[in-house]
């Protein structure tokens, strides 16, 4: 029987719980008893590093990663509400990234060499472009944050332009095509194609004509389209929206 010690000094977690659950969906004999600042895991059979690195890698690529991006999100100086935006944006784009497979064999060569694993030393000094992705997914995740806040911020800007603004236009209708061409038809029956042009640069056209009514045919076939979304924002009551 191959006994490992698994501590930690400063993370808050139900090791014995958490490695018993992984354990127990293992097929090999083993036993877990506490001790002051962690447990120790007692395996019997072939391979005990790797069955014990298959029950650590939860705590390690799953618990760890959840301390480590609270860390970092809760550094940034956001609200509440947009720090656990970003945290939960993070946790999403780390899962698609990380590799598991390099973090057991990791796990597997340390326990091969030592019986004794302190959490927190292994996360900073074995695990480092772990703790660098996770990193930069709270970095990513606040950019998209703030540049969601700050298009918001000018959205109702816009709005509180266009309702102090005289309509140029008594009546206005945007057909967006599904291939991304924009055709635009005034109450005269003029019409001009956008074959070529930015959601931002429609809207601003359409918030320096102020048009009185503006009627919207979103046919591009996707659930939110962007440009949609902001007319609706931006002249609210003056819309009719068909889809």
Known sequence: MVVFEILTYEFDLPLLKLLDRRMSELDCAYALEAI?????????????????????????????????????????????????????????AASRREELSVLREKI??????????????????????????????????????????????????????????????????????????????DDNDVHIEYVDCAPDGILNLLVNMAPGKLTVYDLSGKEKNRLTEAILRVFGSRVKLYR
């Open 108 to 185: 597997v060569d340390y326990l091969s060499a030592h019986r004794t694993l302190v959490l927190e030393g292994f996360l900073h000094f074995r695990m480092q472009e772990f703790l660098m992705l996770w990193e930069l997914a709270v970095e990513q995740a606040a950019a998209r944050v703030l540049m969601n806040k700050e298009y918001g911020e000018l959205i109702e800007t816009l709005r509180r332009f266009v309702d102090g603004r005289v309509s140029r236009v008594a009546a206005l209708s945007v057909c967006i095509h599904a291939d991304g061409t924009i055709t635009l038809s």
């Open 36 to 92: 002051p600042d962690g447990v120790v895991l007692k395996i019997r059979g072939d391979a005990p590093e790797r069955a014990a690195a298959e029950a650590l890698l939860v705590v390690l690529g799953r618990d760890l990663r959840f301390f480590a991006l609270a860390e970092f999100a809760d550094a940034l100086p956001l609200t509440l509400a947009e720090k656990q935006k970003v945290l939960t944006d993070a946790l999403e």
